[in-house]
């Protein structure tokens, strides 16, 4: 079976002021990367657009009616210093949903082995009432939710190693024992969440916070000694990966010193537990990442990897 590679022009159109880190440029840098010949294997979908059933899964209706009504019909609007939308915004927002969803569908039914959501923007820090820090609506866990909802998945796992900690999946997930949330990322940096002491109410929240300059050794340890014991223990029917680029050596906005291969290494430690635990089912989703060279080249690796299933 292939991998499946969700994509779509939308995700282009999310427009952001000049110097904006998480801008447009992204995903031309992945979608280059994987139009090399090495990805000629690769199943693509264009995404499709989120109904409302899917983001009320996970954020209340005010927030939903929020994002709508704050998008702009001509210029930028900033909901916070750093989230901004444009014209398109909220349609790319919704279809990065969409598109999360289809993944699961996909992958859930054994039309593909795994997949991998090139889309922007990013999800992971939205909270049921809140969108900052770029994301307006969190993929990852509406992408959870769906899988139970609609394939049956009792249990879910969420794997997260972008630099920045995921607070708004733990937030969704605190007082859920049927999702497991694992992060690495850096400590201290935004959003100030996160600490090794935050655990949710039943034991399914496990952060692995590492500190600046933290290097792959360091990464790899967090991985071995705390995310996949968790996984072990867990045994998902899902794993869903919170697929972040931003701890790679370049990034400019952290300050970890990770590189291709140890994103390489983290895929085929967590496709050995979903290869034992769930039929491989892995549906993974663009997080952050604003080095190009640093975005598009941790993310082939990782796409190379979930290859090796097919």
């Not at 090139?118 to 909270?127: D, N, T, V």
């Not at 940096?189 to 916070?209: D, F």
């Not at 991985?223 to 697929?243: G, K, N, Q, W």
């Not at 085929?268 to 089912?281: F, K, V």
Request: glycine share 8%; proline share 6%; net charge negative.
């Amino acid at each position: 079976m292939a991998t499946l590679l969700i994509h779509h022009p939308i995700f282009a159109r999310h427009l952001v002021p000049f110097g904006h880190p998480e801008r447009p440029e992204r995903i031309a840098a992945v979608e280059a990367a994987l139009a090399l010949p090495a990805f000629d294997a690769l199943r693509r979908e264009e995404a499709a657009m989120a109904d409302e059933a899917m983001i009320l899964s996970c954020h209340t209706r005010a927030h939903l009616d929020a994002i709508r009504h704050a998008s702009p019909s001509e210029g930028m609007g900033r909901l916070d210093a750093d989230t901004v939308m444009s014209p398109k915004t909220f349609e790319a927002a919704l279809t990065a949903v969409g598109g999360a969803c289809q993944a699961v569908d996909a992958v859930m039914t054994g039309a593909v082995a795994n997949a991998f959501c090139a889309m922007r923007p990013p999800g992971h820090h939205a909270e049921p009432e809140r969108a900052m820090g770029f994301c307006f609506f969190n993929q990852a866990a509406i992408a959870a939710r769906h899988a139970q909802a609609h394939h049956g998945a009792g249990r879910v796992a969420i794997v997260d190693w972008d630099v920045h900690h995921g607070n708004g999946t733990q937030a969704i997930f605190w007082d859920d024992p049927s999702v497991l949330y694992c992060s690495t990322h850096q400590m201290p940096l935004y959003p100030g969440t996160g600490a090794a002491s935050e655990t949710g109410a039943h034991g399914t929240i496990v952060n692995a916070p590492l500190p600046p300059g933290a290097d792959g050794a360091l990464f790899r340890n967090a991985f071995e000694t705390r995310i996949l014991p968790a996984i072990d223990a867990f045994r998902a029917d899902l794993v869903i990966i919170s697929a972040g680029f931003d701890a790679h050596r370049r990034d400019p906005l952290g300050g970890l010193e990770l590189d291709e291969e140890d994103f390489a290494w983290a895929t085929d430690a967590l496709m050995a537990r979903a290869d034992r635990d769930c039929g491989g089912r892995i549906v993974s989703i663009m997080e952050g990442g604003y080095d190009l060279k640093g975005l598009a080249g941790s993310a082939a690796a990782h796409v190379t990897r979930l290859m090796t299933s097919t």
